[in-house]
């Protein structure tokens, strides 16, 4: 199969870069990004290690879980998870990282690339708290670019269209899921956990 393996052979492909496309990315954050992320609940973190091993992690929160400290840095709270922290690891070794934010409703996203550093002071992350839980950890990242994201693929998904969301009966139940990849647990076992989590774990 032909493929592409160099940057004049790609932009060959690919065409030229619109004027629009290329303008729009910002190097600080501006009241249009700014009220973006005070809508949004949810977002994608990009990282990747040392060796360029990548990961995508989803976070969300109530909309404005991220802060924005001012117009080039940004506090990403984090919460109870699985303690695999491998965002965590990667930043550790590269610094580097990509966002995605989503607002439901909205087909636009807003695209953030920047560094990140692990953030363990309760009195920074105290305005965090949820239910009188502050997080232990955070992610301060440096915005480095910033733009928005126009909607071709959102809309090509009908992500937030109610008549394309899946009857959830359609799937098997996480539980069932990793009963049956990790063969360590029964499948309601594994609900019974999962379940928990979700009802005492969430903050």
Known sequence: MSGLSDHAA????????????????????????????AL??????????AAGQVDASPRGDPPGFVQVL?????LLPDRPGNNRVDSFANILDAPGVGLIFF?????????VNGTARLL??????????IGGRTPRT???????????????????????DPAAQVERSTFPSLGRIL?????????????????????????
């Open 70 to 74: 001012d117009d080039r840095t940004l």
């Open 120 to 129: 363990t002071d309760s009195d920074a992350l105290a305005g965090s708290s």
């Open 103 to 111: 607002v439901p409703g909205i087909d636009e996203t807003l695209r």
């Open 138 to 160: 955070g992610l301060l990242i440096a915005v480095e670019d910033v733009f928005f994201h126009c909607a071709k693929a959102l809309r090509r998904a009908r992500l937030w």
């Open 40 to 49: 949004s609940p949810f977002l994608v973190l990009a990282s990747a290690d």
């Open 10 to 37: 790609l932009r060959a492909h690919m065409g030229a870069i619109s004027a629009l496309a290329e303008r729009k990315v910002l190097h600080a954050l501006d009241r249009h990004c700014r009220a973006f992320i």
């Open 179 to 203: 009963a049956e990849q990790t063969q360590a647990f029964s499948a309601d076992d594994a609900e019974r956990r999962i379940e928990d989590a979700y009802r005492t774990r969430m903050y």
